[in-house]
């Protein structure tokens, strides 16, 4: 079955950037293309929350509100990753990043924001901000 598998976590300071990578291993007759993929983070004692989410084609994304304009997701289906760009982080973006795919249900702006609209999960990497 699919497997998503995240790099690029790590510790950088606050206003400084990282990109998170997350390639879709482990498919055996699907293509990349018919996944949706998203990103989701969890900090200790929280629940896991939405961060991005990416359409098929990689022409359409849609983001949290406490991290739009400032991260951008993007995919490379020739390559079967995304990337999440991650620039003028603040303390508050310190969690857990999980890579997730889907693709079941129509690609709304509503859509894909939830944990249940995703199928398989990454192992995900720790991103640390320091003040």
């Known amino acids: 079955q699919a497997q998503p598998v995240e790099s690029g976590g790590g510790l950088v300071q606050a206003g400084g950037s990282l990109r998170l990578s997350c390639i879709l291993s482990g498919r055996a007759f699907s293509s990349f293309t018919t996944y949706i993929m998203g990103w989701f983070r969890q900090a200790p004692g929280k629940e896991r929350e939405f961060v991005s989410t990416?359409?098929?084609?990689?022409?359409?994304?849609y983001y949290s509100d406490s991290v739009k304009g400032r991260f951008t997701l993007s995919r490379n289906n020739a390559e079967d990753t995304v990337f999440l760009q991650m620039d003028n982080l603040k303390p508050e973006d310190t969690a857990v990043y999980y890579c997730?795919?889907?693709?079941?249900?129509?690609?709304?702006?509503?859509?894909?924001?939830?944990?249940?609209?995703?199928?398989?999960w990454g192992q995900g990497t720790q991103v640390t901000v320091s003040s």
């Open positions: 990416i359409s098929w084609s990689g022409g359409t994304t």
């Open positions: 997730a795919a889907g693709g079941r249900r129509a690609f709304t702006a509503t859509s894909y924001r939830a944990p249940g609209d995703y199928d398989y």
